[in-house]
């Protein structure tokens, strides 16, 4: 009997299993309903186009790496016709509920913010990006959904790392490689986490051998296209996750240490007063003479003093940047910008959220489960100590994939799995002979 997965778990596609057909034979035949077992439709011979919700969201997928202003316009457009498109009723869970609540609490911000035309920006990326969360986690019920989103925002950030490389063959003699529209960071956190995707898809083992060598080939493509962004940010992501894989390989390795080391991170470096401290060893990366970490070691301190003037609340989405004397940049610092945009109130959601997409991962249910959790919070620390990406698409599409991992490493029909020495060898169970004479049904 095929399986799908929806809000609260995996479920019967259908209509009956054996047990009630076994009762429906015992049971007499003037209490049987109407047209009785024999008689009804299956429901997987009724036509349901359900299919139509997914190309909203695979369309969404594969523009949030190339231009994600198209995205932001579109994109609460786009999760509706998901949603009317799936031809059944949403059964949201915990993390739609977060979701929602947290954009709520987002446009309460509007009430004290100290920029309102900021603020009306922040608060519809924050609901078109949880509106594409709730939509695509609505839509993502099987294994083929899952790795046609997964493909889509790795086939938007193959083009994207082709179209740098095509700038940087037009003879661009900027030490930064970008695109036109879209802010050169942006770029690079896209590849990263493109990186990310791809490592999912290769877990999943998605497609045949020749797909999967296809896969192994974009490492190299995405690496090439990270250093021409010059993002150091993106370049340590990489590497990161490469030894982290490296690890998991060699080692059965945990995913709670990257999440606690992630915590503490993001606690402990941007609150930790680290103006003094000037590398200058990174005069020599990527040919930038910058020594302050491109301005955010003299960020940090005002966003900071900024976020302690209204510690609970915040000031207001998006309003941190017209307030910094200085720069006029935001915090470039995801505890910092959160702190000053919500608040503690806000960032509480956030956590729980983010609680709740692990939850959904279900990290220890399986060794591949728990491999991509900690890829995913290895490739994203760098990003979210100096950069932002906090209400980006591309971040919010792949939280929906993380949070219905479950899907995505169900094998295929007829697939096999090769034992590794780790699992467990399980006695056979022997199979009960069927006596003579009796039917299959009610053995």
Same mark, same amino acid.
Do not use: K
């Given at each position: 009997m ?5 809000a ?9 299993? !054996?047990?009630?057909s ?5 049971? &007499? ?8 077992p ?16 997914? &190309? ?8 949030a *790496?190339?231009?994600?202003?198209l995205v932001?316009?579109?994109g609460? #457009? ?6 009317l ?6 059964r949201?869970?915990?993390?739609d509920?977060?979701?929602?609540l947290?954009?709520?609490w ?15 920006v922040a ?10 969360? %709730? ?5 993502l019920?099987t ?24 700038a ?6 900027a ?7 879209v802010?050169?960071n ?12 791809c490592v ?8 045949n ?5 296809g896969? #192994? ?24 996750v ?7 390989r ?8 990257p ?16 103006t003094?401290?000037? *590398?200058?060893?990174?005069d ?5 003479p ?6 955010r070691?003299l960020?940090w ?36 910008t959160?702190?000053?945009?919500i ?7 956030? %956590?729980?959220?983010?609680?709740h ?19 995913l919070?290895?490739?994203w620390? *760098?990003?979210?100590?100096?950069g ?21 490493l169900?094998?295929?029909r ?9 699992? &467990? ?7 009960? !002979? ?5 039917p299959?049904?009610?053995?």
């Amino acid at each position: 009997m095929s399986r799908r997965y929806d809000a609260h778990g995996p479920v019967a596609d259908g209509p009956t299993s !054996r047990m009630s057909s076994v009762l429906a034979l015992r049971m &007499p035949r003037h209490l049987a309903p109407a047209g009785g077992p024999a008689h009804a439709a299956p429901e997987e011979t009724r036509w349901r186009p359900t299919w139509l919700g997914v &190309p909203p969201i695979v369309l969404a997928a594969a523009l949030a *790496p190339v231009d994600p202003a198209l995205v932001y316009a579109f994109g609460l #457009w786009l999760a509706g016709l998901a949603l009317l498109g799936s031809g059944r009723i949403p059964r949201p869970g915990p993390v739609d509920y977060l979701a929602l609540l947290l954009c709520g609490w987002v446009s309460a911000t509007l009430m004290w913010t100290r920029d309102a035309a900021a603020s009306q920006v922040a608060v519809q990326a924050w609901w078109t990006v949880a509106s594409l969360l %709730v939509a695509a986690r609505h839509v993502l019920t099987t294994r083929r959904r899952l790795l046609m989103v997964a493909g889509a925002l790795l086939g938007g950030t193959v083009w994207t790392a082709v179209r740098l490389l095509l700038a940087d063959d037009a003879g661009d003699s900027a030490l930064r490689v970008g695109l036109d529209g879209v802010g050169i960071n942006y770029t690079a956190y896209a590849l990263t986490s493109g990186t990310l995707v791809c490592v999912l898809l290769l877990v999943a083992r998605a497609g045949n051998r020749l797909v999967r060598t296809g896969l #192994w080939a974009l490492f190299p493509l995405f690496a090439y296209a990270i250093v021409l962004t010059g993002t150091r940010a993106s370049l340590v992501a990489l590497v990161a996750v490469a030894g982290y894989l490296l690890a998991a390989r060699a080692h059965r390795s945990s995913w709670a240490w990257p999440v606690a080391a992630s915590a503490f991170l993001l606690a402990v470096v941007p609150f930790g007063h680290l103006t003094p401290y000037r *590398p200058e060893w990174l005069d020599s990366v990527f040919n930038r003479p910058l020594d302050d970490l491109s301005g955010r070691l003299l960020v940090w301190p005002i966003a900071e003093a900024s976020f302690w003037e209204s510690p609970l609340v915040g000031i207001g989405a998006g309003a941190f940047p017209s307030t910094n004397p200085y720069f006029g940049i935001g915090a470039h610092s995801l505890l910092l910008t959160l702190g000053n945009d919500i608040g503690l109130l806000g960032i509480a959601l956030v %956590v729980v959220l983010i609680a709740h997409v692990l939850r959904g991962a279900a990290p220890a249910s399986g060794r591949g489960n728990a491999l991509l959790v900690g890829v995913l919070f290895v490739g994203w620390t *760098p990003i979210w100590l100096s950069g932002h990406w906090e209400i980006s698409p591309f971040a919010w599409l792949v939280l929906a994939l993380w949070s219905r991992l479950p899907v995505a490493l169900v094998l295929p029909r007829g697939g096999r799995r090769r034992r590794r020495r780790s699992d &467990p060898v399980l006695p056979r169970r022997p199979v009960p !002979r069927r006596p003579a004479g009796v039917p299959a049904q009610q053995t």
